[in-house]
């Protein structure tokens, strides 16, 4: 469960969100590829994204990305048994978007993987203003 609110750029939602809002779970394989399962929290300072990925090679299975206030990551599985002239290979993509609070900072995020999960620590700076009061004058 996220701690943080989403926070939206624009008016227009975007529509993987709108469907995973309506979609049940299961549904969600469907269209190519899974959900990773990740928790979110505010720690010393840092925004904490955790996921579970076991039995992923993070230094060439995993892609973490920021564009604009969007942390993206990816991961693909790819499994192959071979036994007494048998063989079964299985192919697994998982994606997972988070919007970062408005004082997140882009320099200084860091990505560790353990025990099956991958944590990213996003930085963040002092709350920044997020409206500014116009003052409207009398035009006569």
Do not use: C
């Not at 290979?89 to 025990?115: C, D, Q, W």
């Not at 099956?116 to 035009?139: D, S, W």
Request: glycine content about 8%; charged content about 30%.
């Amino acid at each position: 469960m996220s701690l943080l609110p989403a926070h939206r750029e624009s008016l227009l939602p975007d529509l993987n969100d709108l469907w995973n809002s309506f979609a049940p779970t299961g549904m969600a394989p469907m269209f190519g590829s899974h959900l990773l399962r990740v928790e979110d929290a505010v720690e010393d300072g840092h925004y904490v994204v955790r996921a579970e990925m076991p039995g992923i090679d993070p230094a060439k299975d995993v892609d973490v990305s920021i564009r604009g206030r969007q942390l993206t990551i990816k991961a693909e599985r790819t499994e192959r048994h071979e036994e007494k002239g048998r063989s079964e290979f299985s192919y697994g993509s998982f994606y997972r978007s988070v919007t970062l609070p408005h004082n997140a900072e882009e320099e200084g995020i860091e990505a560790s993987y353990a025990k099956g999960i991958l944590t990213v620590r996003v930085p963040l700076g002092e709350p920044k203003e997020l409206a500014k009061k116009v003052e409207v004058k009398n035009a006569e």
